[in-house]
């Protein structure tokens, strides 16, 4: 079994800043780019960012590009979401995936491994 733990979520001002953590234990998949979703009440559940095992090449949803960066630590098998100028769109729960390949990658379906989320909420 795999086991994905998010961390850093909160209640935030827009324009506010927030880091998100994800630590990945128990039977670890190797060499796997990680990605981060989001979903909102009512809403399908929308691609933020990934990357890729090595070489850091990152991917983003239109709706982050420019404001939130991903980032990893292999040696301490995390994964984190640095997340700038917040906006009241982006409130949502924040979910933490690892992929299949190691291809930084939008597409839901190369994820089996889910973590359970953490809720960010953004005030205006």
């Known amino acids: 079994q795999v086991q994905l733990v998010e961390t850093g979520g909160g209640l935030v001002q827009a324009g506010d800043s927030l880091r998100l953590s994800c630590t990945a234990s128990?039977?670890?998949?190797?060499?796997?780019?990680m990605g981060w979703f989001r979903q909102a009440p009512g809403k399908e559940r929308e691609f933020v960012a990934s990357?890729?095992?090595?070489?850091?090449?990152?991917y983003y949803g239109d709706s982050v590009r420019g404001r939130f960066a991903i980032s990893r630590d292999n040696a301490k098998k995390t994964v984190y979401l640095q997340m700038n100028g917040l906006k009241p769109e982006d409130t949502a729960v924040y979910l933490c995936?690892?992929?299949?390949?190691?291809?930084?990658?939008?597409?839901?379906?190369?994820?089996?491994?889910w973590g359970q989320g953490t809720q960010v909420t953004v005030s205006s």
């Open positions: 995936a690892a992929s299949s390949t190691s291809a930084a990658s939008p597409q839901r379906s190369e994820y089996p491994y």
């Open positions: 128990g039977r670890t998949p190797s060499e796997n780019a």
């Open positions: 990357i890729s095992w090595v070489g850091g090449f990152t």
